[in-house]
């Protein structure tokens, strides 16, 4: 899975932080390695067809999100039905990426990598407003309040959480208690925020084929 991942960075020239503390230390493949894997003669230069520049730009966001192809064009579709609906089709394409569970719970800090949290997630490691939720993709609202179940908090993955939070931020649309270890959306992602590693536009050109 680790070689997967940094393969995956590599391929797509774009260092997409797939393995948490790994990507900030020495040790990241993209820091060793950056050069697309593979023979060196089978490496290409020059720049890439309109359609390789979406499809790479579609894997990119893909694979920072870590979804299937299945699930992502999924969200790509639905944001492309509400063209001329809202204001920023590209905003609402991130802000359904941005509200999934295991999403939140990374950009909360609790969890290392997207991946991580999902897994999270799939154990049943959290609740929202009370409830247990173990569905990676369900999607926060504004006024949900995201914490740990009481029994899970003294699982080794949160082994010094408060201490590692002190000097974390998070976004400006989730008010995160470090204390408590519990967040409320109290707003909606925001696309410069969020700094996605791809062109939205590309990403649609793709599945407006």
């Given at each position: 899975m680790r070689y997967d991942q940094c393969k995956t960075c590599r391929r797509l020239g774009k260092k997409l932080f797939l393995k948490g503390e790994r990507c900030f230390?020495?040790?990241c493949a993209m820091i060793k390695r950056a050069y697309a894997p593979g023979p060196k003669k089978k490496r290409r230069g020059g720049s890439p067809s309109a359609f390789k520049k979406s499809l790479e730009e579609k894997q990119t966001l893909k694979k920072?999100?870590?979804?299937?192809?299945?699930?992502?064009?999924?969200y790509a579709e639905e944001s492309l039905e509400r063209?001329?609906?809202v204001e920023n089709v590209a905003e609402e394409f991130i802000k359904k990426l941005e509200k999934r569970l295991d999403n939140v719970i990374f950009r909360l800090g609790m969890a290392k990598s997207r991946a991580q949290a999902r897994q999270m997630v799939s154990h049943g490691y959290?609740?929202?407003n009370g409830k247990a939720v173990n569905i990676a993709s369900y999607s926060i609202k504004k006024g949900d309040i995201i914490s740990i179940k009481e029994h899970k908090k003294q699982k080794g993955v949160f082994k010094?959480?408060?201490t590692k939070l002190k000097s974390y931020e998070a976004?400006?649309?989730l008010n995160l208690n470090k204390e408590k270890l519990e967040a409320k959306a109290i707003g909606d992602p925001n696309l410069e925020e969020v700094?996605?590693?791809a062109e939205i536009s590309s990403i649609f050109e793709f599945y407006s084929r």
């Open positions: 230390s020495p040790k920072w999100y870590g979804l299937s192809e299945k699930q992502f064009k999924r063209m001329g609906k959290f609740l929202i010094e959480l408060t976004p400006i649309w700094n996605a590693p």
